[in-house]
């Protein structure tokens, strides 16, 4: 078994899918090259939770563009085993508030080569399906 230290500074290259990572190992008999996908929450740092009002600052400057929506599909677990399923993997919950009879969950994380991202999760329960 050997370990490398990887390391998340200098050029990004698009990789599909996202998490794919492409190395090469050089020794004194050749150069060997393969590629290996890894769990993207890898990326996570621990300092990723914002302040409250920071994140609502944050929020509100983001332009319409830059939002993405998804739908996660057949989830049976409670607005409270998300929350802590999620701390377990740097992503942090700043609020929760309950919009007529929804919970809404505000999270944010902080990836390793500096960018923060910001989420939203309607969780309605009874439904399997979050977005």
């Known amino acids: 078994e050997a370990s490398l230290l990887l390391h998340t500074v200098g050029a990004v290259m698009k ?3 996202l998490t794919n990572l492409q190395v090469a190992v050089k020794n004194n008999i050749d150069v060997f090259y393969f590629s290996c996908l890894y769990p993207i929450n890898i990326l996570f740092l621990e300092e990723g939770k914002l302040d409250r009002q920071i994140f609502l600052a944050t929020w509100k400057d983001i332009p319409n563009e830059n939002e993405v929506q998804f739908q996660i599909k057949d989830c049976h677990l409670s607005a409270d085993a998300v929350t802590d399923k999620l701390f ?3 992503i942090f919950t700043v609020a929760k508030r309950n919009v007529e009879g929804q919970d809404m969950l505000y999270q944010s994380l902080k990836l390793s080569n500096g960018i923060w991202v910001l989420a939203e999760l309607r969780i309605q329960p009874g439904n399997p399906n979050y977005t």
Do not use: K, Y
């Open 15 to 17: 990789m599909d899918p």
């Open 88 to 90: 377990n993997n740097n």
